[in-house]
């Protein structure tokens, strides 16, 4: 793919596209999870999120990922560049955006280069087992299955190399920036969404607070005081309060002082999943 191109251009265009923080990040979310470090295969590189199998996978809603690339796909032909590229760097848009509704200004580090496979460079049987089932970032289970939702996100975390730090910020971040499936609300614990703060972190860790749960696999946050409702979760938000690891993880992030941190430290682990197939940057 083209690499020397006007990012801030592209970036422009992107902006200007009305796309939702979540829709923009969500997709390029999609396009980079499939990367397993065990066989290097998937990853955003080659955008076959535009093809099939992926472009009809249920875990990647098909209707918004064909409304996202609609509004991707001619920028990218406007500019002469990757799909690849136009997705990632879409979700660089989104995040950006929500980092400055947050109140700082961090720039998402960008590595263009990547290419465009086509139909015929791809063997739709042999990617068929890299769909995803579930993907605890997304807060998506395809169906109940006898492996709990927790070990099924660790088992996406270590495919995609990343470590237990990184998959805590990912998953606190990606809550807030109303990337659920669906656009379900468990474990959107803030009254901003869209922005990406550190509120994830802060209210489950709140003492104020107690899980009961819904009976359907749910949780309910319940105020200790009045018995109000105040959100629902699942079992992936839950461990982060539960595992004593990870729950350690996040109260350093629900700390005041760490909201910048707890952003720098997504866009690290973000930049890394989206440069996680780019065997040509190493």
Known sequence: GKSDYDVAAVKAKIAATGLSVGELVSTAWDSARTFRGSDMRGGANGARIRLAPQKDWEGNEPDRLQKVLSKLEPIAAEFGISVADTIVLA???GLEQ???AAGM???VPFAPGRGDATDEMTDAESFEPLEPIADGYRNWLKKDYV???EELMLDRTQLMGLTAPEMTVLVGGMRVLGTNYGGTNHGVFTD???VLSNDFFVNLTDMAYKWEPSGDGTYKIVNRDSGAV????TRIDLVFGSNSILRAYA???????N???MVQDFVKAWTKVMNADRFDLK
Do not use: C, F, H, R
């Open 91 to 93: 979700g660089n848009v």
């Open 98 to 100: 929500a980092i400055k």
């Open 105 to 107: 200004n961090v720039e």
């Open 147 to 149: 492996v709990s939702s």
């Open 192 to 194: 901003k969404p869209g």
């Open 230 to 233: 105040k959100w629902t979760a």
């Open 251 to 257: 109260e350093l992030y629900a700390q005041d002082d």
């Open 259 to 261: 909201k910048e941190k």
